[in-house]
């Protein structure tokens, strides 16, 4: 059991240092465990394999992710790991579509949100409907990419919103960053503004609750924001803290469509 701990470290050690930006010591602790896990932890082989080849994959490395990709949906097929299968038909997604292939690329996503339906995994929804956003931006499709990034933003949104501010700035650049990049691509560049951090603005919003009506602090709050982050795509989260009222959720529309905040 602490021979199996180990080595199951590892594989989130492996994930730990490609977020980091470590990828070849990344793909190296995710080998290592791989080569020390017995067939008796299939299901942690497998995960470790899924994380190679996403490895790889995500960071567009010049490896090639055939060995392991394949081999993880191999065994994802035989002994049925949903969550796993979901991943793996995903990544086939980005594989096919990087060799030339956007159309196969593009069904085996699908798939693998199909599959992924009734598994309660917010974060594995969110890389599929990445995954498949970039894809529809491949085949010219910018009405479904933007569909998609839209829906990834969404769950991530939602996961956001129930962190601590010192957690949300570390979250952000790691998870929402990346998918409105994708977005703003999507748009064509038209998203000028990248989105700020919630401390960046805080000073120019806190207010003592005892001083002014609810009304009037959120009336007040929506002319700071609007004037700050106008002609952005920004999504913007503020928390109660030390007895001071915040609003949960502002979203600043894009600039080609009319300004709201909902």
């Known amino acids: ?74 065994i994802c097929k035989s002994q049925y790991y949903r969550p796993l299968l979901a991943e793996a038909y995903g990544l086939l997604g980005i594989y096919y579509t990087r060799n030339g292939d956007p159309l196969r690329g593009k069904a085996h996503c699908l798939r693998a949100l199909h599959v992924a339906e009734p598994v309660e995994r917010p974060y594995l929804k969110t890389r599929i409907h990445h995954y498949l956003s970039r894809i529809l931006l491949d085949l010219k499709d910018r009405t479904g990419a933007s569909k998609h990034i839209d829906k990834a933003i969404d769950l991530t949104l939602q996961t956001y919103t129930q962190l601590d501010l010192e957690m949300r700035e570390s979250f952000y650049p790691l998870y929402l960053r990346p998918l409105e990049i994708t977005k703003s691509k999507i748009e064509g560049g038209k998203s000028r503004r990248a989105p700020q951090y919630l401390s960046h603005i805080t000073g120019l919003i806190k207010m003592n609750r005892h001083d002014t009506s609810e009304a009037d602090y959120f009336k007040k709050v929506a002319e700071i924001l609007v004037a700050n982050l106008k002609g952005s795509s920004v999504y913007v989260c503020l928390a109660a803290s030390n007895g001071d009222s915040f609003l949960s959720l502002i979203h600043i529309s894009e600039p080609t469509r009319p300004l709201y905040i909902s």
């Open 1 to 74: 059991n602490k021979l199996y701990g180990k080595h199951r470290a590892k594989i989130l050690l492996g994930r730990v240092q490609a977020l980091r930006g470590e990828f070849v010591e990344a793909l190296e602790t995710t080998s290592n465990a791989i080569e020390h896990l017995s067939e008796a932890f299939q299901y942690y082989r497998t995960r470790a394999y899924l994380q190679q080849a996403t490895i790889i994959l995500e960071n567009e490395l010049e490896d090639n992710p055939e060995q392991s990709l394949f081999k993880a949906f191999e």
